[in-house]
């Protein structure tokens, strides 16, 4: 036992010794700090055995009056408590009090966020509104609700038992703005609809509650559960809406119906309501007089949204039983491409990673610059086929994250945002390759590195409403640490069937980061503490160099390396000998275990003349002069 320990002892100085004479005052490949596996979620990244989530239904009736720019509504809300605790309280988000006067937002008054050529503006541009709550009722007892700014919490007069339910009853009504926080708004007679009704907060095992307020960066985090919704509207209005429309029969025409069938049958579009037909609501809706109620059913979803307006011209076709929509008004006239542009990605994704779940996927053209939601997207006009093609794309790719597997957003956008930004590369190179556009966009986050990993670069952690370049901590740079992580590190194969684990298995739950870096650990069989470290918890920078190349023992030529940045990383090396010959090595990451300097030698070969790392530029290294020797 004593000479056990001893020798124990001995090798951690020695180790810790080596560490030091090397240059690693502290081991890049040190285990990552993570909370424990439990019950609940596993250490192999995946849902446990105890794992739960609450289940929240709703019905909702509302009404838009066009005339009064008011939206009302009454709905129902199931709350099923399936955690192991009491819940004294419930917290609900009010998000239309984003408007209100005194907000946050409107305090703060924040610049909008600038996206290449997008702008986004998170903010009601001055619109003074907000949602005014007539009622609300738990389990038949009217109740006082405690509201601070865009959430709400609900004091219950006895606290709800695990597995038991509660049933939550609210009367609201809000004026629309007409650009709400980037998510909702209207232009002229077309609206869009998003996180418009009284929604409940996420209670999980991580946190408790979720009520982090909605200042706009943020998007949502939401539970699972079943929606029927019912709106009514002007008669002469065409609506569009997450789920499955229940009443075709009284708010479509015959020849629409029959179109619709057709497109059922057809991956090439078909005019549901042409372009002449556009704007003519006598030709185009069974009535024009007084108003029609639309009812919408999905399940399995965690948000419902919808749009109006009496000037859609709209295209359908279908892929595997799934229903595409596009609708659009008739000035859009790049988006006469974009129901084939939107069944190719939805095939594409499914294909690749996981079988869209939903019966049917729309995407609306308008005021919005671009915001997803289950089942429906609202996308801009766009200047150019590509622009189009990415934003319809881009939001379409959101139905895998988060409404499929259900991050955290207000957290964690790099989990969503960025894991689909990764995926949309793909299939944008795949639909325009060919072409300079198709063939560059992959490399796109790469080239954005050196404008945007600077030293004021904050980790991919910082919540979104405190980063000060979203476009890159949420969107490029976690496209590029996946593009990375599957190219450099992992390989295709192992990637692929890793990241696919990670989605089948987080379907329609809530997965937290840890869950991620688990899971791809464990399905991949490689540590990657170092790596999530370096791109997700820290702001690190990689710079790789060629020390020397000298003539070693033996006809031995060394070859010496040396990790001079932050962030380490495999490297690929390509040699060039005596003789005019090349060799390309490709060197793991280990080559870093014993510190930042790593000889690599050439046995039973010319001479080597000269030697590069990165010879294909596929690595963010922040001083490429001293990739090559001699220099």
């Known amino acids: 036992m004593f000479r056990t320990l001893a020798r124990s002892a001995m ?344 079988r869209y779940p939903y019966p049917q996927f729309t995407s609306i053209e308008g005021p919005i610059e671009g915001m997803e939601y289950p089942m429906i997207t609202f996308d801009p006009t766009g200047p150019t086929r590509e622009d189009v093609h990415w934003v319809l794309a881009h939001e379409l790719g959101h139905q895998w994250v988060p409404m499929v597997v259900g991050s955290n957003e207000r957290l964690y956008p790099w989990m969503d945002e960025g894991f689909n930004t990764f995926i949309d590369l793909a299939n944008a190179a795949r639909y325009f390759k060919g072409t300079a556009y198709g063939d560059s966009i992959e490399v796109h986050p790469l080239h954005l590195y050196a404008d945007h990993a600077v030293p004021g670069e904050q980790p991919l952690i910082a919540r979104p409403v405190e980063v000060t370049d979203l476009f890159w901590a949420g969107y490029q740079k976690p496209a590029l640490m996946m593009q990375l992580l599957r190219y450099e590190v992992l390989g295709t194969e192992r990637f692929d069937a890793a990241f696919r684990q990670y989605l089948n298995a987080w379907a329609f739950r809530h997965p937290s980061p840890a869950d991620f870096f688990r899971l791809m650990r464990d399905a991949s069989g490689t540590d990657l503490d170092w790596f999530w470290r370096e791109w997700v918890m820290t702001a690190t920078r990689l710079d790789q160099a060629v020390d020397t190349i000298a003539s070693g023992p033996q006809g031995v030529t060394e070859v010496r390396l040396a990790s001079l940045g932050t962030m380490i990383m495999p490297a690929e090396l390509r040699l060039t000998f005596a003789d005019g010959t090349t060799e390309v090595v490709r060197l793991p990451v280990e080559m870093w275990n014993l510190g930042p300097r790593f000889t690599y030698r050439v046995r039973g070969k010319p001479a080597v003349r000269s030697a590069e790392l990165d010879p294909r530029r596929a690595l963010p290294d922040v001083d490429r002069a001293n990739n090559r020797y001699p220099r």
């Open 11 to 354: 090798f951690v100085a020695l180790t810790a010794g080596g560490l030091a004479a090397q240059g690693w005052e502290v081991s890049p490949f040190r285990p990552l700090a993570l909370p424990g596996p439990n019950m609940y979620r596993t250490g192999s990244g995946r849902p446990g055995p105890g794992y739960w989530q609450q289940r929240v239904d709703y019905r909702i009736d509302a009404t838009l009056d066009p005339a009064a720019n008011e939206l009302r509504g009454r709905e129902v809300i199931n709350y099923q408590n399936r955690s192991p605790d009491a819940l004294p309280y419930l917290w609900m988000h009010l998000e239309q009090n984003m408007c209100a006067p005194g907000s946050v937002t409107s305090q703060l008054d924040q610049p909008p966020l600038v996206f290449l050529g997008s702008t986004f503006d998170f903010s009601c541009q001055g619109f003074a509104g907000g949602i005014i709550l007539d009622s609300v009722l738990v389990d038949g007892r009217p109740l006082r609700p405690v509201v601070h700014g865009t959430t709400m919490r609900l004091d219950l007069p006895a606290a709800l038992a695990a597995g038991a339910s509660a049933e939550i009853v609210i009367r609201w009504r809000f004026k629309v703005p007409p650009y709400g926080g980037g998510r909702m708004g209207h232009d002229g007679t077309l609206y869009e609809f998003g996180q418009w009704y009284p929604r409940m907060a996420v209670y999980d095992d991580l946190r408790g509650w979720n009520h982090e307020p909605y200042i706009g960066a943020g998007e949502f985090y939401l539970e699972y559960g079943r929606f029927e919704v019912d709106l009514t509207l002007p008669a002469g209005y065409l609506v569009a809406a997450t789920g499955t429309l229940r009443n075709p029969e009284q708010v479509l025409t015959a020849a629409q119906r029959s179109r619709l069938a057709q497109a059922a049958a057809s991956t090439a579009p078909v005019a549901v309501i042409t372009k002449a037909e556009a704007g003519q609501p006598a030709r185009t809706r069974p009535t024009t007089d007084g108003t029609l109620t639309w009812r919408f059913t999905a399940d399995s979803v965690r948000d419902f949204a919808f749009a109006a307006s009496p000037n859609f011209q709209w295209d359908a076709s279908a892929w595997e039983g799934v229903m595409i929509h596009t609708l659009y008004r008739p000035a859009a006239t790049l988006w006469a491409e974009a129901n084939k542009m939107t069944n190719e990605a939805l095939a594409y994704f499914s294909r690749q990673w996981l």
